[in-house]
């Protein structure tokens, strides 16, 4: 099922808050960057501005497997 699927994609990703960096917005970053996390690589699928404040970031990344 779908939702099953989705569950299963989403088990892969991982999801953190830190604080904001500009040099994290989509239009600064390199396109190519990647995030190494407990010895795994990892993608990078979204960072978004948490409140619209400037204060903190929402990053999602994605397990390279």
């Not at 917005?25 to 407990?38: H, I, M, T």
């Amino acid at each position: 099922t779908r939702y099953a699927a989705a569950q299963t994609q989403m088990e892969h990703n991982r999801e953190f808050t830190i604080r904001y960096q500009s040099k994290l917005l989509d239009e600064v970053r390199p396109k190519d960057l990647k995030v190494l996390w407990r010895g795994q690589e990892h993608e990078i699928e979204s960072i978004e501005d948490v409140d619209g404040l400037r204060k903190e970031m929402l990053v999602v990344l994605k397990a390279v497997t």
